[in-house]
């Protein structure tokens, strides 16, 4: 694409990993750094885009130019990105929202005791986040999301394109020591249409100029 080719558009890119509180001082929590996010909002902000970004537990700078919107748990990302989306020509999911979260959080630490040596927590489904905005979604948004898959990536991934219904996913493969934190991403950008564009490992600012170049054709 172009460099200005989003220019008089707005996006709302979400980032890093949600922390689904157990007591005030402990949380359930992902390997999510946010350098993806990050880089699919840096790279929008310098092809024109006016840039929300809705960032779960970073510990990276505010992008020049990017409106940064802070949030810890699923449940207050879910707020921040509905009420930035209404206004928004493209919605990216680039953040590992916790599937599940505790039931509910103890108002106060949880003390061990000599009584048990388990500490059953139960968990309770978090709301897909990505799902409700493919409901509400406005006329001509394009919504992408992310798979970040530890095995048969593109399996999984053409099935959850299928089941969540958004136009673009963005695959690729995660493990301890793979993608999370480091500076370069490889993945497979998969299309409702049916399209697949395979990227090869490089920086993360290149996987997401790849998923701008995608989006880019379906406003245009
Ligand atoms: O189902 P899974 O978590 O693998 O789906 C990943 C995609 O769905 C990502 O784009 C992620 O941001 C989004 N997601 C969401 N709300 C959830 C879980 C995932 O929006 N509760």
Partial sequence: GTTSDLAGRHVVVSAGGTREPIDPVRFIGNRS????GYALAKVAAARGAKVT??????????PAGVSVVRVGSAL????????????ADVVVM???VADFRPVSAAGQKIKKTEESDTLPIELVKNPDIL??????RASGQVIVGFAAETDNVL???RAKLARKG???LVVNQVGENLTFGAPDNAGVILSATGSEREIPLGTKEELAAAVWDEVATLLA
């Fill in 166 to 168: 958004c136009d673009l």
């Fill in 76 to 87: 207050e990302m879910r707020e921040a990105v509905h009420a930035a989306a209404p206004a």
């Fill in 94 to 96: 680039a953040a590992a």
């Fill in 131 to 136: 799902a409700e905005l493919v409901v509400q």
């Fill in 53 to 62: 970004l809705v960032a779960a537990n970073t510990a990276l700078p505010d």
């Fill in 33 to 36: 750094s946010g350098l993806q």
């Fill in 155 to 157: 399996e999984h991934g």
